[in-house]
């Protein structure tokens, strides 16, 4: 049980005395439930007539009649017959996937019932290392719900393929894990890292184990034989990178927990919770999680109240699909002494629902507070005052221009056929397609017949000038144009992609100017645009303002010609060269198959 | 996942690289075991056709095919379709109870397929304090399986009530805490401590807490009300005093671990089982224990396979019944990822059984070495060097006569109504009762015709030459006779029972020769005796030898005239003032349902 909390919330020790006294009925509770229907995820069962009482924010009493624990200041809240269920816990995540600051991503779900993250700053973690997780971490304590913290651990993701703004070593984790915040260690996405006992991956996964906390994994690959073997016995504990049934019961047979991800763009609960609603495998092994949330699923459609009731809608049983996004990932960090059920001592995060199955989240309490009523936050989110160092962070050399997009082609050449990076609808894969391409003066020449877009990856933490070239295929796009963002997982360069220079130019140069962001420009234009000053990848503005900023955009992408779902995820992650098959990095063309850069032309 | 391990076997992360090299088939594993039945407890499952592969006394691979692991030198042990299941867990007991020390206990219950200890020295802290129980770590750390120690929580059980050899502090607790073989707080039997918020109760828990550790649990009250609120508010984390189903299922909802136990003279599976049988909670709040096994037990009956075998004779489906004696265990004391499951970096703690009902233990390997087979213990158990001051505790003053054991009953009396201590059949709880003893010379004497004997409280540890006298009904004993044992839950002074005084004497001065142990007198001889001289409580002779002791002693207790089961543990619980309803203490005749001291005759 780690001793993980917010330095200003106190641990169940430090108010034993207190809370003993208001269950034995010496003392008055803060805070009285009445007459609810009581979700006990421990047995798995829904007993009406329960009262709760509460002090200093944890639950102090769970029984048939709370009253003697009632003094005259005790707040009373009545359930009226209502379930009691805990504050929905989200077990993987990455808040920075929101667009929104800790602060205002927290407020952006509450209302939705989550009440507990584990959060991995991975993004932050590539830009400004060390200093900016601890920003993070800091920001997250801050907040009135727990927001754990991961310690990142692959920055770079791929050590060798790309160049990130700073890099996390094993001293860094060793420093992490004595920070309040950290939970344990972030997705150990180098699993080739692993397979093959790199000793910087084992130092981190080592740091880990011997703090006690939890070895996160990410194993995205497909092969179930030796190289999988390999990495579980490296020690990762966890893998939410799994989409299909047979993947996540390998996971779980194996002894690691299955995370099954409902995120904006990730689609892995339906094809995976069979293992449970068909095989009738014991569910305490699989989680629920997010993994990543746009702004604009937040403010539309929910958090873990969406990924919770999808699995209900999926068949599963609703206090099965509850445990998995309560209790298995209490356990899972150690904490379940502390968040995941509703039974003394814990945190008194509370969701009062009229439906177990639609599950509407009409009352969320956190740490004993009413934080939310009826899709309204009621508390407040405080900001982190965010270094300097963090606001400015797109550090280019110099003002690009359309020159700097050129792409020679061989020499002679009419046609040329490129490696070309295939964008795969509603999925984080690429494939790897071949594409035969013009040359006019002697440069090789986007294609809008065949969707084939330049894509480059400019450098931006180092100014270097560096400008990577090559080709994508699958937004769509039609007529002069251009997209830039300085989210561009996991190095977090800029990525510019477009049907012409010279507007790829000025998307470029505009993020420049802007401080980091995601900007669309068409026509000789800025169509639309999210400002993400902090890093470059996070706005402190409210989640409502930044999804209608980033509808926008994906209105303009629409117009642009685009007709991809999650079209900016789909930009965003191009540059993700741990996830197969074709990525761009700032060091070239990858092929995430082999782990080996690959030219952009086929015969050379 | 607390870093509890023995100092001499390396830890996963110690070990991480040379696992990846076997599991991706780089290097050869030490041994591995082909072809049998993965049983597994994350997944509830029984998979044919799989193999281990194990390397430093770990688990680095399980498939389909270890093919890829295995080198000249690789051991290999053909399972032969038989299932291969996790080593058992027992998650709370007493090695004292065996009369055996830790070395010799695990010598007896290795080849019952008990792979892992979770053992509360209990006993021995109120005899030698934290001395004491720094040997029972040491000897327990000394051993090819797991002994995990929980540090002892209350000696005295019953502050006030009784006189104990040493105290244990919260200091003592803070301590132990940074042992390498300490995994949590031992049972926290001072349960109207915890609801009364005893500050020495409440700082012993939270340094257990603020270690990471678990808070062993013992609330023996059937009150259900607020005081048992309290307690649970107070933070112990399970609970084996419950004996109903009601009881069993308030813990779990409570967010406890239940645990269950069949001990040799506790048998409360079976009615508690059916919470899951019958009820069909989620079994993951359950666990099974022995709490305290005669070495008779042991050598005649089983361990942990006996409970496992009872769990599912009562209609528990196996895997879930296994679940109970290895996940749920090593979960509930944060070592998911180091016991209880047959998964890589796991301890290759594994037993191969033919059956799955019946259970038979036909191999065990614990660490990766096969340690015993078919019943026959096949591994060396090394003893600890037990200092002189563990082996010289039976410290009384002098030589007792038959005028220490002399009740002067009230002035002019013929016949007096006294509380009598009342043996329960098969139960821990005695009964309070009336009888009206005849007067002798002004002193009250036994009665055979009623069933009550004397029984004695002779203080052994600090040679004050305190004997308290009083009475005790349900042994049956007929004719001059005595017993005494320095075997005397929970401060372990000596109790002597006997129908004449002068016998009584004999066998308290008999013991004090001895060095402490159990012995009984009849007819002026010794008629039998188990030599306990480690702490008064252990002996070191292997458990057949000492089995065979306790039977000719429980031979002789029928003999003369009792007619109980368990006959030797009712009379080693007499002077447990934790457990209601009369008790007898160093300092007193104590009534446990007030936790206050009581007079011999009812009218005074």
């Known amino acids: 049980m780690p001793q993980t909390t917010s330095p200003t919330f106190p641990s169940w020790p430090d108010v034993a005395a207190d809370l003993i006294a208001v269950a034995a009925g010496r003392a008055p509770a803060d805070t009285v439930i009445k007459s609810g229907t009581w979700v006990n995820v421990h047995t798995r069962e829904a007993l009406p007539d329960h009262d709760f009482a509460i002090r200093h924010g944890r639950i102090t009493y769970v029984g048939p009649d709370a009253g003697h624990c009632i003094g005259p200041e005790t707040e009373i809240i009545e359930a009226d017959g209502r379930y009691m269920i805990p504050g929905l816990c989200d077990a993987h995540m990455h808040i920075e996937s929101g667009m929104l600051t800790p602060a205002e991503f927290a407020r952006a779900v509450i209302p939705h019932g989550t009440t507990s993250m584990f959060t991995d700053p991975h993004e932050i973690a590539n830009v400004l290392g ?17 927001i754990f913290t991961q310690m990142p651990s692959c920055a770079p993701s791929a050590p060798g ?69 390999a990495y579980v016995a490296g020690g990762p504990a966890d893998d939410h990178e799994t989409t299909s049934e047979a993947e996540g019961i390998a996971r779980a047979r194996q002894g690691m927990r299955a995370m099954m991800r409902l995120g904006s763009a990730w689609y892995d609960v339906e094809s995976q919770i069979t293992a449970i609603t068909e095989k009738g495998l014991d569910p305490r092994s699989f989680i629920l999680c997010t ?8 403010v539309h459609d929910g958090h873990m109240n969406r990924v919770v009731r999808h699995a209900i809608d999926c068949g599963c049983d609703p206090i099965v699909a509850l445990q998995m996004a309560t209790l298995n990932t209490a356990t899972h960090f150690g904490l379940e002494r502390e968040i ?11 969701i009062l629902t009229s439906d177990l199955k639609t599950l509407p989240i009409e009352h969320v309490i956190a740490r004993g507070k009413t934080v939310a009523k009826n899709g309204t936050c009621l508390v407040d989110c405080p ?14 050399a110099r003002d690009l221009t359309a020159e700097d997009f050129e792409i020679a082609a061989p020499d002679g050449t009419t046609e040329v056929t490129c490696n070309v990076i295939g964008v795969v609808e509603n999925q984080a894969p690429t494939k790897a397609l071949k594409r035969t391409l013009p040359v006019r003066g002697g440069l090789l020449e986007p294609d809008e017949q065949q969707d084939v877009c330049q894509i480059a990856l400019v450098e931006r933490h180092r100014a270097t000038g560096g400008v ?5 295929s699958g937004f769509g796009y039609q007529g002069p144009m251009a997209m830039a963002s300085t989210v561009a997982h996991d190095s977090h360069h800029m ?7 010279t507007h790829m130019a000025k998307a470029a140069n505009h993020l420049r100017a802007l401080g980091g962001g995601v900007t669309l420009w068409r026509d000789g234009h800025e169509q639309a645009s999210v400002p993400l000053p902090v890093a470059g990848l996070m706005s402190d503005r409210p989640a409502r303002e930044v999804a209608d900023l980033a509808q926008a955009l994906t209105t303009a992408m629409q117009d642009a010609g685009c007709t991809l779902n999650n079209a900016y995820m789909q930009h965003s992650l191009l540059a993700l060269v741990v996830i197969p098959e074709l990525r761009i990095s700032d060091l070239g063309l990858v092929d995430v198959r082999t782990f080996e850069f690959t030219d952009l032309f086929e015969d050379t």
Not at 340 to 350: I, Q
Request: include cysteine.
């Open 130 to 146: 060390l200093e900016g997780v601890r920003m993070m971490h800091d920001e997250a304590l801050m907040q009135p719900v727990n």
């Open 161 to 229: 393929l790309e160049t990130t703004g700073f890099e996390i070593t094993p001293e860094d984790v060793t420093e992490a894990m004595t920070w309040p915040g950290i939970i344990g260690l972030g997705e150990m996405m180098n699993f080739p890292g692993v397979t093959n006992a790199d000793p910087k991956m084992l130092a981190e996964m080592a740091a880990t184990a011997k703090a006690g906390k939890t070895i996160g994994g990410h194993y995205a690959s497909p092969d179930l034989g030796p190289a999988f073997h």
């Open 291 to 298: 993994d990543d949330c746009h702004s604009g699923t937040l």
């Open 340 to 350: 995941g059920s509703l039974t003394p001592g814990r945190r008194a995060d509370v």
């Open 383 to 396: 900001h982190y005052d965010w270094a300097d160092s963090a606001r400015q962070t797109v550090n280019m």
């Open 468 to 472: 990577v070239n090559a080709l994508v």
């Open 495 to 501: 990525i510019v992609v477009g049907t012409c220079r």
